[in-house]
């Protein structure tokens, strides 16, 4: 499975848009790109899934290059309640399973 | 659509002592998992179920941890004995056998295990 690469921590502010960027540099021909979010005391919650190009649904965006080494997940107009950390994952189309690196933290200020 | 049951929600636990976490996926879920989370990092896969089969338990500490999901439906993991750095968050997540790319895992609010 491909590693992954994503910043620590992040800041932002209540309204901001906030764009985190992963790096995938040996994904394979058949794996996908998988955000999932985590709260504290929680478990972490499937947001958004792509192959290629973007994908958009109720929560986020997610933009993926032609040569998809890299990703980035959007998050527009971020609220207090957004603060959490987020984890960037390749999954292999057959096997599907998740591996999870230390992901993002994201902190939304007032 | 009710989510993934875990219980305990906590348990403290001495060392050298036997603890058990209890799950039930949603129903019709095929595949199970444990994950185990220490403060500050992200999960790590223990053990995998498909249906009442283990498909990938290679991270399962196995001299101390056990698992088993009899008919294929709920499942719990045991440790015996626990040691301290045992101490943390233990995960269950299910995930269908189609549509995985759709709808990914659903993870369960966890079991918060603390060995002193």
């Known amino acids: 499975l491909a590693k992954t690469t994503q910043p620590i921590s992040m800041d932002s502010y209540e309204g901001q848009e906030v764009n985190i960027t992963c790096s995938h540099n040996n994904i394979a021909t058949n794996d996908y790109i998988t955000w999932y979010q985590q709260f504290p005391s929680q478990g972490p919650r499937f947001i958004i899934q792509?192959?290629?190009t973007k994908v958009t649904n109720e929560v986020a965006s997610l933009f993926i290059p032609a040569d998809r080494k890299s990703s980035t997940l959007s998050l527009p107009r971020v609220s207090l309640s957004d603060t959490a950390v987020y984890y960037c994952l390749v999954v292999g189309d057959s096997s599907y399973k998740l591996i999870f690196g230390s992901g993002t933290r994201l902190l939304v200020r007032p | 659509e009710a989510g993934v049951a875990q219980s305990p929600r906590y348990k403290i636990i001495e060392k050298r002592q036997s603890v058990a976490f209890w799950c039930n996926p949603i129903s019709g879920h095929a595949t199970l998992y444990w994950y185990q989370q220490i403060l500050g990092q992200g999960p790590k896969l223990l053990i995998q179920?498909?249906?009442?089969?283990?498909?990938?338990d290679s991270q399962l500490p196995k001299d101390r941890f056990s698992a088993e999901r009899l008919k294929g439906v709920d499942s719990t993991l045991k440790i015996q004995p626990a040691k301290l750095e045992d101490s943390a968050v233990y995960l269950c997540?299910?995930?269908?056998?189609?549509?995985?790319?759709?709808?990914?895992?659903?993870f369960g609010s966890g079991t918060r295990l603390t060995v002193v």
């Open positions: 997540a299910s995930s269908p056998d189609r549509d995985r790319r759709i709808y990914g895992y659903t």
């Open positions: 792509g192959y290629k």
């Open positions: 179920f498909q249906n009442n089969g283990v498909v990938d």
